[in-house]
Each structure stands twice: as structure tokens, then as C-alpha cells.
């Protein structure tokens, strides 16, 4: 798997076309046009105390861009300002806007595909061993390209 990641990270970079040489004097500089326009993407962690075996977080959404979700463990439950819910036993589809992907581990993404702005419910299950969960939400209002 990590290889795998490693070749698509690398796969761009054999294609992309290197420019260089030099500004004439007093040229001024614009931005490329193959970069993404300027725009505000928005990320925020909780971190829910232990209370009982079970927690509940609000997050709130700006609107109008995606949303994802890291909860860890599995089988989080996520409820819609509109009363929609992703269950914890459902993966969730594109046509319904509500995703949930697998990681390694014991962790998986909710991906929420277009917010409201209202607030979101995330419910977890809190290990028996551990003090509390961290959430960690991020609104990402732009493509992200890497580049080497």
C-alpha cells in the first residue's frame, strides 16, 4: 500500500514540464494560472472529555463546501441539520451526500460532500481505556495539489 502511494506521489512529478530562465527588470509578478484561486479552508480539532462510554460533539459548517470528519474507532454516527443520519452500521453513498471510509487501524473519515451552514452531531463510542476522544474536522474550500 505504501508503495502504491509513493508511485502516485511521484507519477505527476515524471510528467510535469520545468520552466526556467529569467524576469525581465521591473516584471511584475502574476500568479499561475494552473494554481488554485485564493480561498479560506477552515479545520478545526475537539477534544471530548470522558463522561460516559459514549460522546457527543456540535460542528459547526460555513456552507457550501465539503466537509470530513476523522473519528477514531469505528461505527460513528453523524446527524444532518436536516435530521438526515449517517448510522453507524452504514457506509453511506455518493448520491446521498454521506460517506464513510475505512482507515488502517481502528479509525475511519466521514465525508460529508455539500455542508449547511448549521451545525453537525457526531456521536462516538469512548474506549474503556482511554480520558476522552479527538475529533478533527476540516472544511477544505479549495483543491490541494503537492507538489516536490
Not at 529569467?22 to 484561486?37: Q, R
Not at 471530548?48 to 456552507?63: C, D, F, I, K, Y
Not at 446527524?79 to 453513498?93: A, D, F, I, N
Request: hydrophobic share 45%; charged share 20%.
Amino acid at each position: 500500500m505504501k508503495k502504491l502511494f509513493a508511485l502516485l506521489l511521484l507519477a505527476p512529478a515524471t510528467f510535469a514540464a520545468d520552466v526556467v530562465g529569467k524576469f525581465e527588470t521591473g516584471t511584475k509578478y502574476e500568479a499561475p494560472i494552473a494554481h488554485a484561486p485564493a480561498s479560506v479552508s477552515r479545520m478545526f480539532a475537539r477534544e471530548v472529555p470522558r463522561v460516559s462510554s459514549h460522546a457527543s460533539v456540535e460542528l459547526p459548517a460555513s456552507g457550501d463546501s465539503s466537509m470530513i470528519i476523522w473519528a477514531p474507532g469505528r461505527g460513528a454516527r453523524l446527524t444532518t441539520p436536516s435530521g438526515s443520519v449517517l448510522q453507524s452500521s452504514e457506509r453511506g453513498s455518493i448520491e446521498r451526500g454521506l460517506r464513510r471510509i475505512g482507515l488502517e487501524g481502528s479509525q475511519e473519515v466521514l465525508h460529508v460532500m455539500r455542508t449547511a451552514a448549521a451545525s453537525y452531531r457526531l456521536d462516538v463510542d469512548v474506549p474503556d481505556d482511554a480520558q476522552g476522544v479527538t475529533i478533527v474536522a476540516a472544511e477544505p474550500d479549495s483543491a490541494l495539489t503537492l507538489s516536490t
